[in-house]
């Protein structure tokens, strides 16, 4: 059989397209970057420049003065993390019987975690707050990592469910012959094979609850709870004026943990995967 070839013009449009999109993913973090390293007078030009003509780290000095960053970062680290755990650990076994159930009672799991996804944040924020309340768990961290887990367990339930049935049922027939049950089956033989599907769950959960804003601004009222998103806030003023030095110096900062946990995780991924194709 004979393959198709793409022809040399098609394979530039195609690199052109991806070089496009690229820069238009790099263009605002490029001059979120450039802003962050600017003067006031700078920064208060009327045409102002992509390169700083004089670079400071006076933001970055007023932004750990002004606002308590570090304190707010390991809040946010501290919840994105659990989040992330508890995620994979109910969603791998779910994953598991949704992807492997034949019955109507999976296919109906598997529709309401696909309709689930288009519930909005608005509608869903009063019935966790109500819920939280008789938790006594409003004001705390471990309420909103409870609140994340909910919110990205439907979409980690699907990713990790494709992950599933793309692992081969004569493995664990095979693992059911030698004894072993369903759960060893799935701790000895599913789950190494879903390393990549597990690490891009994990990342999925970690970059979500990092970011989110919403549910924090809700549900932690105590400056000592809040996270970075939420403290990111304060460098606007009561009249909508934003300080554009020091929030762009701490909002580069908070971008930096997303990408390194990308970066790694991106590797173990690859990794998984192109083991995986080497043993098939």
Same mark, same amino acid.
């Given at each position: ?24 993913? /790099? *263009?605002?973090? %490029?001059?979120?970057?450039?802003? +962050?390293?600017?003067?006031?007078? @700078?920064l &208060? !030009? $009327? ?16 932004a ?86 909910v919110?990205?367990?439907?979409? /980690? *339930?699907?990713? %990790?469910?494709?992950?599933?049935? +793309?692992?081969?049922?004569?493995? @664990?027939? &095979? !693992? $059911? ?29 970690f ?10 601004l ?10 970075l ?52």
């Amino acid at each position: 059989m004979t393959g198709t070839r793409t022809s040399p013009g098609a394979r530039a449009g195609q690199y052109a397209a991806l070089l496009a999109y690229l820069a238009f993913l /790099a *263009l605002p973090f %490029l001059w979120l970057l450039s802003t +962050a390293f600017k003067t006031p007078r @700078e920064l &208060a !030009a $009327a045409h102002p420049a992509w390169i700083p003509r004089h670079p400071t780290l006076g933001n970055f000095r007023r932004a750990f003065d002004e606002q308590p960053l570090p304190h707010a970062a390991l809040n946010s680290l501290l919840v994105a993390l659990g989040a992330a755990v508890i995620a994979v650990l109910l969603a791998t076994p779910m994953a598991y019987v949704m992807a492997r159930g034949r019955g109507r009672l999976a296919r109906a799991a598997t529709g309401w975690v696909v309709v689930s996804q288009a519930f909005p944040f608005v509608l869903l924020i009063i019935p966790l707050f109500l819920v939280l309340k008789e938790l006594r768990l409003i004001d705390s961290l471990a309420g909103l990592v409870l609140v994340h887990v909910v919110w990205s367990l439907p979409f /980690a *339930l699907w990713m %990790l469910a494709g992950y599933v049935r +793309a692992v081969p049922a004569e493995l @664990e027939e &095979a !693992a $059911a012959v030698d004894g072993a049950g369903r759960l060893r089956t799935l701790v000895s033989v599913t789950a190494p094979l879903l390393a990549p599907g597990i690490a891009a769950t994990a990342l999925f959960a970690f970059v979500t609850a990092w970011n989110e804003f919403f549910f924090a601004l809700v549900l932690l009222k105590s400056p000592e709870k809040q996270t970075l998103p939420v403290v990111l806030t304060h460098f606007i003023g009561a009249e909508g004026v934003a300080d554009l030095g020091p929030l762009a110096a701490a909002a580069f900062l908070a971008t930096l943990p997303s990408l390194v946990v990308f970066a790694i995780v991106q590797r173990r991924i690859t990794g998984g995967l192109l083991a995986g194709a080497v043993k098939g």
